[in-house]
């Protein structure tokens, strides 16, 4: 079972919105074996396309070995992350196939990658309005927290620190923010672009989640991400000699 498998507890096209996104999300970052036509020339490669549903589609899997399952005999491929197969197929507007016959199997048409394509490149704006940050709604913290929190933690080192809070507006909370603390100046742009990556793949909340740096103190009540290294565990102390033996 691969990673995008353990996804996929329900069928793509029968999984509620969350689930499908956490599953592109995933998709986005997986090495694909591509089918191709025939072995690459160089630079040049022309995927091997098939009719399905009134266009082009191409087929890949997430294993050379299940490609090769596929068409029952070893095939030619080239191995692309999902990300950068999902713009080449935009461009031609043609769809894509991935894992037939698995748990993740999926179906993707020029529509869903197009939506997918302008997903991956969002960027943040900055934005140096001066806000009154409250806590964060209930129900976003828990849309939010977990998710946030596993792709944090794929962040530390980069980031000392991270917090959801909450925007006022007239009548509560209008939007939402996620503060970063300990980022780099420098990769403070990748970092941002990435977190909006992530976000643009969970569940949409009132007024948005938008993404700032800063290293003051955050609001009473914000929903603190814990980014502390695990702890080595403590190798016992070898015996200086031999034991002695009675």
């Known amino acids: ?64 070995d299940r490609l090769a399952d596929f068409f029952g ?13 999902a713009e080449l197929l935009k461009a031609e507007g043609a769809g894509l196939l991935v894992n037939p016959g698995h748990p993740s199997e999926m179906f993707l048409d020029a529509d869903m990658l197009d939506w997918l394509t302008g997903a991956l490149a969002g960027a943040p704006e900055a934005d140096e309005a001066h806000l009154q940050l409250i806590a964060p709604a209930k129900d976003t913290s828990d849309a939010l927290a977990q998710p946030l929190a596993a792709r944090l933690a794929d962040m530390r080192g980069l980031i000392t620190g991270a917090a959801l809070v909450g925007v006022a507006g007239q009548d509560g ?26 976000l643009a793949f969970l569940p949409p909340q009132p007024g948005g989640v938008d993404i700032s740096f800063t290293d003051n103190a955050v609001a009473p009540g914000a929903l603190l991400f814990d980014l502390t290294p695990p702890e080595e565990p403590v190798q016992p102390k070898s015996p200086k000699g031999p034991p002695i033996l009675r």
Not at 25 to 40: F, H, I, N
Not at 73 to 85: H, M, S
């Open 173 to 198: 909370t209008a939007s939402h923010l996620l503060l970063i603390a300990g980022a780099e100046a420098a990769r403070q742009p990748q970092i941002a672009k990435a977190l909006a990556e992530a």
């Open 1 to 64: 079972m691969t990673s995008l498998d353990e996804l996929a507890p329900i069928p793509f096209h029968d999984a509620d919105a969350p689930q499908r996104a956490r599953m592109l999300s995933r998709l986005a970052d997986t090495e694909l074996a591509v089918a191709l036509m025939a072995e690459p020339m160089g630079n040049d490669v022309e995927l091997r396309m098939f009719p399905f549903e009134g266009g082009q589609v191409a087929l890949a899997c997430d294993s050379e």
């Open 73 to 85: 005999q070893v095939v030619d491929y080239i191995g692309l992350p999902g990300r950068v197969l």
